[in-house]
């Protein structure tokens, strides 16, 4: 049973422009969702973060979104660069501190 | 001064044997982690250690016996090896503290192959 799950294996976008990434979750007792980026051969880096109090967090061109109501959350990238072509990884926190992570979505920026 | 760093980063062995993969952290977090991301790219938690102690253990075979000797290392050793244990193991850190988001910081990955 996956708590958390993103429902887009991949996204193709152009250099410039937004990037969407998407993720659900089951679980109204999660108190923070985190965004991990993951290139190949390398552990995922943390990328941003929102605790579950808020609904929008910004840090640059990252801004994370969360909809408590429809258990979503959503990370934008604006504008988007040929550098941020990896795996992005959605997580959910609970309060012992252990993350469970969406599938991924693999994000290809084309120049 | 890699802050996750883990041994060996490929591991080929063959079904029955005994193998160890070496996890340290130079970022004097206070918790561990032991992940394995299985072929369907999904990671999940296995172990998590909060200054040595066992905090989280998730349902994981008792093949596989966590050991962390002092606070910046957190070793995995995996008995009588299975094809189904090929994966790619990672090893996270973070500092708890109440109020924050618990961010973990990982290794580079461990690919064990089993033959």
């Known amino acids: 049973d996956q708590q958390v799950k993103q429902n887009s294996p991949s996204l193709s976008v152009q250099e410039g422009r937004i990037s969407i990434l998407n993720c659900d979750y089951t679980n109204s007792m999660f108190d923070y969702f985190l965004w991990y980026k993951k290139y190949p051969a390398e552990g995922p880096t943390f990328l941003i973060s929102i605790s579950s109090i808020k609904d929008k967090n910004e840090d640059g061109r990252f801004t994370v979104f969360l909809n408590k109501s429809a258990k979503h959350l959503s990370l934008h990238i604006v504008p988007s660069q040929p550098g941020d072509s990896a795996v992005y990884f959605c997580a959910a926190s609970d309060q012992r501190g252990k993350l469970i992570f969406g599938q991924g979505t693999e994000l290809s920026v084309k120049p | 001064d890699t802050a996750v760093s883990q041994t060996p980063k490929y591991l080929v062995t063959q079904m029955g044997n005994d193998k160890s993969i070496k996890c340290e952290q130079n970022l004097g977090h206070d918790t561990m982690y032991w992940y394995k991301q299985d072929s369907k790219k999904f990671l999940k938690i296995m172990f998590s250690?909060?200054?040595?102690?066992?905090?989280i253990n998730e349902t994981v075979p008792n093949r596989f016996s966590p050991k962390s000797p002092d606070k910046a290392h957190l070793n995995l050793h995996i008995n009588s090896l299975e094809l189904g244990d090929s994966a790619v193991y990672f090893c996270?850190?973070?500092?708890?503290?109440?109020?924050?988001?618990?961010?973990?910081?990982f290794g580079p990955g461990t690919r064990l192959t089993v033959t």
């Open positions: 996270a850190s973070s500092q708890v503290r109440l109020g924050t988001p618990y961010e973990q910081y």
């Open positions: 250690y909060n200054n040595k102690e066992l905090i």
